[in-house]
């Protein structure tokens, strides 16, 4: 089965079926998935969007809403229906799914919702607002499966059973003890080959991975990933067992995480959205490009300083671009390569030492690989020698520092509780600038004139 996309065919068939009655449009919408059904909200109109959720039942609906893109604001779509129709859904989510989209809310339409609700899923809704939509607690859910260490195999299943009622897949079940305090897991595979007179205690797994809940989601994606975990208990202080989280909601995290990192290291706000008008993307924007102006000044200067080397010795103006340009690119590759490491692990020192030394290393090679071949386009075509020795040196000393930089300014950052991803990126430019330009114009003072 291949991946959906919007297809005008699809657009027109729904826009068509908009503009007929209930009965036809219902008809249209039974060809479509859930998430299909999403993907095409993001070219539909909100009107649109309110009227296919008002016709789909509950239960399809709730889907629809759990595969919107936050960009899409299924918060507005919920807020718009009528009451009644949108009980139905909310009560129809998951838990952690339905926090994510109430806590977008205004204050007033959080509690109007809640009041609406079944009574016991407003609590523990409450509850899970109370956490940082980026921690393991704001992404968790609260819904669990869970026996008694000193049940036995009877009372275990009929356990299973009844919590299973409500809840669409599972895939590990919790072992805590009568103040619901974290145990251990056991597979429901073992609990079925067990003998009837076998107890919980006898059979479960000791010392489960878990995670508190204020623990950041970037941390538990890296749990899950390191321990091939289908989920993970999360525990408050007092190790009692207060939710889980699947492996489904962390794909979703790793690919917000992802994409926070590319945007923050071409400079652009994570708050940014993309699919955002023009006006967002200025904000956004702007101030990190008033910022590189300003590093671009600091690298004129440099330039400045130097103008008696290019009043005698033009040529060196076009190479200097060059030098600058290669330097910016190699830093860049260090910088993308460091930033992933840290976030898929914390470096020790030692590892830290090795990913700088790494990068110097082919920074020096790759400089002077790059180097030769401009000094012999020099040698060749501008039938200067010394010219080419020159920017052989400046192409190797800028690549070395492009390494340098790229790989020791986000680890610096890091140590000092800076995001990596926010800052190097201008500072590396800064010093790729600043030396491309220093170094071949400095040498040529020295060497050529």
């Known amino acids: ?254 690919e917000e995480e992802n994409t926070e990192d590319i945007l923050k290291i071409s400079g652009v706000s994570e708050d940014e959205e993309l699919s955002g008008n023009w006006k967002d993307a200025v904000k956004s924007r702007l101030p990190w490009l008033v910022i590189n102006l300003g590093t671009a000044f600091l690298a004129a200067a440099v330039i400045r300083q130097f103008t008696h080397v290019e009043e005698e010795l033009p040529i060196i103006v076009a190479y200097v671009t060059i030098i600058g340009g290669m330097g910016g690119n190699a830093a860049t590759q260090a910088l993308a390569v460091t930033v992933r490491r840290i976030s898929l692990s914390d470096l020790t020192d030692r590892q830290t030492y090795r990913t700088v030394i790494k990068e110097i290393s082919v920074g020096l090679i790759n400089g002077m690989a790059n180097g030769l071949i401009v000094l012999l386009f020099a040698l060749l075509y501008d039938k200067n020698p010394m010219l080419g020795l020159v920017l052989f040196l400046a192409m190797t000393g800028n690549l070395i520092v492009a390494g340098l930089t790229g790989a020791g300014i986000p680890l610096i950052l890091k140590r000092l509780g800076i995001d990596p991803a926010v800052a190097s990126s201008i500072i590396i430019t800064t010093f790729t600038d600043c030396i491309g330009f220093l170094l071949p114009l400095w040498l040529a003072s020295k060497l050529l004139l």
């Not at 998935?33 to 649109?48: G, K, T, V, Y």
């Not at 609406?116 to 819904?143: K, V």
């Not at 251990?184 to 479960?204: L, P």
């Open 1 to 254: 089965m291949q991946s959906f996309e919007i297809d005008k065919s699809d657009l027109l068939r729904i826009k068509t079926a908009l503009e007929g009655g209930d009965a036809e449009l219902e008809l249209v919408l039974k060809d479509y998935h859930a998430s299909e059904i999403a993907i095409l909200f993001e070219r539909l109109p909100q009107e649109a969007r309110e009227r296919i959720i008002n016709i789909l039942p509950a239960e399809e609906a709730s889907e629809v809403i759990t595969e919107m893109d936050e960009e899409s604001h299924p918060e507005d779509l919920l807020v718009n229906l009528d009451p009644e129709k949108r009980t139905e859904i909310v009560e129809e989510l998951d838990y952690h799914v339905a926090t994510d989209i109430i806590s977008q809310m205004d204050e007033e339409d959080q509690q109007e919702i809640l009041q609406e609700i079944d009574q016991e899923d407003a609590i523990s809704i409450r509850a899970l607002l109370n956490y940082d939509e980026d921690t393991a607690g704001g992404l968790m859910n609260s819904q669990v499966i869970c026996v008694n260490i000193n049940s036995d195999k009877k009372d275990a299943l009929d356990e299973i059973i009844r919590q299973s009622e409500e809840m669409e897949e599972f895939y590990t079940i919790y072992v805590v003890n009568d103040d619901k305090i974290l145990q251990g897991i056991v597979s429901i595979k073992d609990i079925i080959k067990a003998r009837s007179e076998v107890k919980i205690r006898d059979i479960y797994q000791h010392d489960p991975v878990f995670v508190k809940a204020d623990l950041d989601q970037e941390e538990v994606a890296k749990l899950i990933s390191q321990y091939n975990l289908t989920s993970i208990p999360v525990v408050d202080d007092h190790m009692k067992l207060l939710g889980r989280i699947m492996v489904d909601d962390i794909i979703d995290v790793m």
